[in-house]
């Protein structure tokens, strides 16, 4: 799965929408590339978060590669960023 470029609330509730067929259609672990990520608000830590969730009820694991130090220092702050286990993110955890 290829985050874009922007994730805002309008985005990531389309992305959202999507993510059960993206899961459903592959195996193994789900891997998020979030390295188009520049303009994006707490509604993408939500999106991680969902897709992890179902990601994990299908029996698939979950990894996010290449977030920029920004969604990591977010998501720190929220207290998930053990959950999303941020890769490539630039920042000390």
């Known amino acids: 799965m ?12 389309a992305l959202a929408q999507a993510l059960p067929a993206e899961i459903a259609a592959g195996s193994g672990t789900l891997t998020v590339d979030a390295r188009a990520l520049a303009t994006f ?3 993408a830590i939500a999106l991680l978060l ?7 009820a299908a029996g698939r694991g979950f990894a996010v ?3 920029p130090p920004k969604l990591a220092e977010l998501a720190t702050l929220y207290g998930v960023v053990e959950l999303l286990s941020l890769e ?3 920042t000390a955890a």
Do not use: M
Request: cysteine-free.
């Open 2 to 13: 290829k985050l874009p470029a922007t994730a805002t609330l309008d985005e990531t509730a």
């Open 41 to 43: 608000d707490s509604s």
């Open 50 to 56: 969902q897709a992890r969730r179902l990601a994990r």
């Open 65 to 67: 590669h290449g977030a």
């Open 88 to 90: 490539g993110a630039g």
